[in-house]
């Protein structure tokens, strides 16, 4: 199998990094704050690991698991880092009071994420409609998944 880096440490990172890591991948948990990473890691299957936030994270694939507010602050702090890899958006880019979206007409999240990524790296849009305690759950789930590259989307 193959080692998956999830940028986040929260409720949605711990329900797909549980999932990821039954599934046979190594994890690669990274946050900003080190500790809440490696206490995430530490919970997940042997071979879990953490890396350092901003540098070249191990996995081909990068599940951006944290809020849409954060996500192109996120990308951008790897940035060149990001190239070549799938990037994975869970975001919803709703506004703090829930009244709309956030992104710009005739955009979306995933677009916007793209925008700040390396021109090498892919965005895949999945996961954002389903709740972290329903894919804490575990079992079968439908999930939508969105992307421009077929291949990427078909690796995700």
Do not use: C, W
């Not at 999830?6 to 039954?22: D, P």
């Not at 948990?29 to 890396?51: E, F, H, N, P, Y």
């Not at 901003?54 to 694939?61: E, F, Q, R, T």
């Amino acid at each position: 199998m193959s080692t998956i880096s999830i940028i986040g440490s929260g409720t949605m990172a711990t329900a797909i990094a549980g999932r990821v890591a039954k599934a046979g991948h190594t994890v690669e948990v990274i946050g900003r704050d080190t500790g809440k990473a490696q206490a995430l890691a530490d919970t997940l299957a042997s071979g879990a690991i953490t890396g350092t936030y901003g540098v070249a994270p191990a996995g081909d694939i990068v599940i951006l698991a944290v809020p849409y507010a954060s996500a192109a602050a996120a990308a951008a702090d790897f940035g060149d880092a990001l190239d070549g890899k799938v990037i994975i958006d869970i975001t919803n880019p709703v506004a703090p009071d829930l009244s709309g979206l956030v992104t710009p007409h005739g955009s979306s999240g995933a677009q916007e994420i793209a925008k700040g990524a390396p021109a090498g790296a892919h965005v895949v849009k999945a996961f954002n409609t389903i709740f972290g305690h329903v894919l804490a759950k575990g079992g079968r789930l439908d999930a939508f998944i969105a992307a421009d590259d077929p291949e990427a989307k078909a690796r995700v």
